[in-house]
């Protein structure tokens, strides 16, 4: 018992671990172009924050099953 | 196009394309065309050129400060790309700004050929290249060709201009030449093939117009054939040899295979004024870089696509005023615009 608590505690942490990865490769083009933008003209910060807070949703998947695999399955 | 090349190109990229977006649209200009100059210079001087006017409003009055203005702009612009690109694209927009370079070069022999003074020789200076305002301007001072030649004599340019033997057309050919084998070598070095296949259509435009103005001349074929650029897209060295040793009309009709015929289809049948080929050539290698800049996104296209349109902005506004100056009609001003 002790060890699937712990196998589903790995599964959780590698859920949001690879989640973050993901987001953060698809925000490095995404806030480089953000900040280019916003260095011409600062109405883009609206728009170019928006846009590079969009891949972050992704670390939201990977929160919500983690919070699955550890409230739902460890119960 | 890897994921990693994307993120390299993506802050350069999305910063041309905001200052794309602050260029003149193209529905501005025939409403210039109905404007007095001193409207023109206040409506230049509360844009983008703002600083540059008012920074040289005390040095140049009239139609000089526009121009000053004009060329100072682009300069600092260009020069901008260099400093906010970083690795391969900071080297393919050094490399490619090196024109200016040979623009500069050219300007100054010019000038001095035919005896313009330094101040006439610093108007056209655009020291958007390698070769900074300051240093062009000590050579400018320098009286003679030969001389000029030789301060010229530490820069990569020397070789193609030790060649001097009194005739400037071949001097200046050598200069186009050197440029664009350079530039292919670096593209080649860069492995960038997008970069290549602009270069290659420019090379390919830049001989049709030399093909039309040496068949008007009526030059002959080893003449022809001297003056033009290899490396061509779809205009190869056969197709060029092929080309230089036909008639004007011949030319014309051997024209309608290559891509490049619908620039100048509609005007086929009146192929009389070379202003008129020439501005069509340019259109639509504007159209030709916006087009395959949207193509790539993440590339060396967007920022050259730039390069080109803010070019064709400062030629455009000099153009209009220039014709104003000397009173010339709407219609042949207009006929002369990029747009």
Do not use: C
């Amino acid at each position: 018992m002790v060890a699937d608590a712990g196998m589903i505690a790995i599964g959780a942490g590698i859920a949001v671990g690879l989640a973050g990865i993901g987001a953060g490769m698809g925000e490095q083009a995404i806030g480089a172009a953000a900040v280019g933008a916003m260095a011409e003209d600062e109405k883009f910060f609206g728009k170019g924050l928006l846009m590079t807070v969009i891949p972050e949703s992704i670390a939201i998947f990977g929160l919500v099953v983690a919070l699955i695999l550890l409230f739902v399955f460890n119960a | 196009m890897g994921a990693a090349n994307g993120v390299k190109y993506a802050y350069i990229v999305a910063r041309v394309r905001a200052m794309k977006g602050k260029l003149i649209p193209k529905e501005m200009y025939p409403k210039f065309l109905n404007m007095d100059i001193p409207e023109i210079t206040r409506f230049i001087g509360e844009s983008e050129y703002k600083k540059d006017v008012d920074e040289l409003g005390k040095k140049y009055k009239g139609t000089d400060l526009f121009e000053h203005a004009l060329n100072q702009n682009l300069a600092l612009t260009y020069r901008k790309l260099i400093e906010v690109s970083q690795s391969e694209a900071n080297f393919l927009i050094t490399e490619y700004l090196r024109s200016f370079d040979i623009w500069n070069i050219k300007t100054i022999l010019r000038g001095k050929f035919s005896g313009a003074s330094e101040e006439e020789i610093l108007e056209d200076v655009v020291s958007a290249g390698e070769l900074r305002y300051r240093d062009l301007t000590e050579i400018v001072k320098v009286g003679t060709i030969e001389g000029v030649i030789a301060a010229f004599e530490k820069t990569p340019y020397y070789p193609a201009l030790v060649g001097y033997k009194g005739v400037l057309a071949d001097v200046e050919n050598e200069l186009d030449k050197m440029f664009y084998s350079n530039l292919i070598k670096a593209a080649s070095q860069a492995e960038n093939k997008l970069f290549l296949k602009f270069l290659r259509t420019e090379i390919d435009l830049k001989n049709i117009k030399i093909l039309f103005r040496m068949k008007r001349a009526g030059m002959e074929r080893e003449n022809t054939v001297k003056m033009l650029i290899p490396g061509g897209m779809e205009l190869k060295e056969s197709d060029l040899g092929r080309l230089a040793s036909l008639s004007f009309s011949e030319f014309v009709r051997a024209l309608e295979e290559y891509s490049y015929w619908k620039a100048i289809s509609d005007i086929s049948s009146d192929l009389t004024s070379l202003i008129h080929i020439e501005t069509r050539l340019d259109k639509y290698g504007l159209v030709y870089a916006s087009k395959i800049s949207y193509y790539y996104p993440l590339s060396i296209l967007p920022v050259l696509d730039y390069i080109l349109s803010k070019k064709i902005e400062v030629d455009n506004l000099r153009i209009i005023v220039r014709g104003k100056e000397t009173k010339l009609p709407e219609e042949i001003i207009k006929s002369h615009l990029v747009m």
